[in-house]
């Protein structure tokens, strides 16, 4: 992975745990003032890609809109939200047998702002807007719109699959690896594999090196399957390669990817409903009068069956 240590992957896209809270909570604080400011969160796409909001209200508008003004999303309803798209995500790229690197992909274009469609055109694999309509059940024109916003991105990302072959090619040659048997070698792969899908739906990806992503999925996957005698593996490793950081920070990172796992959540869509109902009002304040003009109309209907 040489040369994601020159990347901006790693210049721009890699966060110490302080600083990536801290811009979960401006990108909070932005939307609250759009939301004061415009009465509405959505933005429009210009053709050059760049961004712009509605007109500002005129401040008799605003008085007039204040109370019935939809309430912004607190930070702990917007990573819910996270939680349940990156999983929806994953589900989507597995319906249309998508290989990993698409799926990697499009996790940490959706955690910068964007999506499936982008990914597979960054990696080279060609699904088109129509196709993935059907399998979001969305309109495709919705997915090409929005493909807008990927545009001035960085769109080479390094996720922890390739790392994570390399280990196990490794791993392979270490030791008694070769004398265990090719079932336990088998399951300890997928395992691991399974471990790094686990890892791109939180917010490690955005912490740590792909490289140290992997390790952290192949110390979780020895864990379950004996496969190989970790511990004596990483020295051997850090012998033979020298890398930059040592092995007691290394266990220190791979324990907070553990932290970071073991908290990892899986939102229903019962969970987000309330959350995703309002978001919409955010984006769109017509449809939330809509939404409340509906509810009173029924409530209405009720209280006359009652009477009945």
Known sequence: MADFATSTHRAKWIFTPQALKEKYKEANKRAKQALEKYGATRMEVDVDGSFSYAEPQTDAKASAD?????????IEEEQLLRAFYEF????VCDALTLPHKIQATALIYFKRLTCIYAACKAEENHVSAEQLGIGIEQDHHMILDN????????LIVYSPYRPLQGFITDMEEFGDANERQPEIMKNFHESAKAEVDRIMRTEAPLLFPPGQLALAAVRRSCELHNAIDFERYLKNVHYRQHPAHGISELYLNMNAIDVLINKLETPTSKDV??????????????????????KHRSNEGSSEMHVM
Do not use: N, T, V, Y
Not at 88 to 91: F, L, N, P, S
Not at 147 to 154: A, C, K, R, W, Y
């Open 147 to 154: 493909e807008m916003l990927s545009l001035g991105f960085d």
């Open 273 to 294: 409903k309330h959350i995703d109902r309002k978001l919409k009002s955010c984006l769109d304040p017509a449809s939330h009068e809509k939404s409340k003009k509906r």
């Open 66 to 74: 204040k109370h019935s003004r939809p309430k912004a999303l607190k």
């Open 88 to 91: 929806k995500i994953q589900d």
